[in-house]
């Protein structure tokens, strides 16, 4: 269908019937711009006015989307012409149409997948490295005191190992990923800094009876450790060996 054609149809047609844009404009009830609009064949006449366009040109719908005066011999054929015409642009617009709703769709896909990836990040834990200037671990009076000092919000927990000679205490603290690019842990001038007097925003402390320890052993050593204490739990000898080399140990009775 060509809308240049049917556009300077339209505008011969008006200019026969001595109106100009406006006129013609106004007894369709719509803007001059729209009129324009066809005659320049940058669009087509909504269906809803075609009819009364046609009659206020004196043309028939089959002439004005043929773009032509049409004589009988062969009215027929271009009828069929802008038929098939009409089924390709009908056709073309609803598989845009579909395609623009497909990319809204992975659109909402792609938010609602950020938002769930998100939902996670928020809730996952990385493991701390040691730092003497905010864990501080003591024994006084057969109690184990560890403390955490800092400006985030992390996790602490402690398992116990019992060997033929000694007890092993395993302290490891664990902060939420997020807080740990937000604050650059483990950075002077941010997370880990020392208590100078001023309120710190997290501070845990934990207190261990020593002699509500099960089958504690006369010496004990305290660790701290970025590996797993579900980990730990199972270890055997020669992995609670390479463990030992690799945590720190706080303190020792």
């Given at each position: 269908m060509d809308q240049e054609r049917i556009g300077s149809f339209i505008a011969?047609?008006?200019?026969?019937?001595?109106?100009?844009?406006?006129?013609?404009?106004e007894k369709l009830g719509i803007t001059d711009k729209a009129?324009?609009?066809?005659?320049?064949?940058?669009?087509?006449?909504?269906?809803?006015?075609m009819i009364d366009l046609c009659d206020e040109?004196?043309?028939?719908?089959?002439?004005?989307?043929?773009?032509?005066?049409?004589?009988?011999?062969?009215?027929?054929?271009?009828?069929?012409?802008?038929?098939?015409?009409?089924?390709?642009?009908?056709?073309?617009?609803?598989?845009?149409?579909n395609k623009i709703i497909l990319i809204f769709l992975i659109l909402?896909?792609?938010?609602?997948?950020?938002?769930?990836?998100?939902?996670?990040?928020?809730?996952?834990?990385?493991?701390?490295?040691?730092?003497?200037?905010i864990m501080k671990c003591e024994i006084i009076d057969d109690t184990i005191?560890?403390?955490?000092?800092?400006?985030?919000?992390?996790?602490?927990?402690?398992?116990?190992?019992?060997?033929?000679?000694e007890t092993l205490i395993f302290f490891t603290n664990k902060i939420l990923l997020q807080n740990?690019?937000?604050?650059h842990w483990e950075s002077w001038d941010s997370f880990a800094q020392l208590s100078n007097g001023e309120d710190v925003?997290?501070?845990?402390?934990f207190t261990i009876d020593i002699k509500d320890i099960l089958d504690c052993k006369e010496k004990i050593k305290v660790y701290y450790t970025d590996v797993s204490l579900n980990k730990i739990k199972k270890l055997n000898q020669d992995e609670l060996q390479e463990i030992l080399q690799k945590s720190k140990l706080l303190v020792e009775q």
């Amino acid at each position: 269908m060509d809308q240049e054609r049917i556009g300077s149809f339209i505008a011969e047609c008006r200019r026969n019937k001595k109106l100009t844009q406006l006129q013609l404009a106004e007894k369709l009830g719509i803007t001059d711009k729209a009129v324009s609009k066809w005659e320049t064949g940058k669009g087509l006449p909504d269906a809803s006015i075609m009819i009364d366009l046609c009659d206020e040109l004196d043309i028939s719908v089959n002439e004005l989307l043929s773009g032509e005066k049409l004589t009988q011999d062969n009215y027929q054929e271009k009828a069929n012409e802008n038929i098939v015409s009409m089924v390709k642009v009908a056709d073309k617009n609803r598989k845009s149409k579909n395609k623009i709703i497909l990319i809204f769709l992975i659109l909402i896909l792609l938010f609602l997948t950020c938002k769930v990836l998100f939902g996670v990040y928020q809730n996952i834990e990385t493991n701390v490295d040691y730092d003497e200037r905010i864990m501080k671990c003591e024994i006084i009076d057969d109690t184990i005191i560890y403390e955490i000092n800092g400006l985030s919000v992390v996790s602490a927990d402690y398992e116990q190992i019992n060997t033929e000679t000694e007890t092993l205490i395993f302290f490891t603290n664990k902060i939420l990923l997020q807080n740990k690019i937000r604050s650059h842990w483990e950075s002077w001038d941010s997370f880990a800094q020392l208590s100078n007097g001023e309120d710190v925003k997290f501070k845990a402390r934990f207190t261990i009876d020593i002699k509500d320890i099960l089958d504690c052993k006369e010496k004990i050593k305290v660790y701290y450790t970025d590996v797993s204490l579900n980990k730990i739990k199972k270890l055997n000898q020669d992995e609670l060996q390479e463990i030992l080399q690799k945590s720190k140990l706080l303190v020792e009775q």
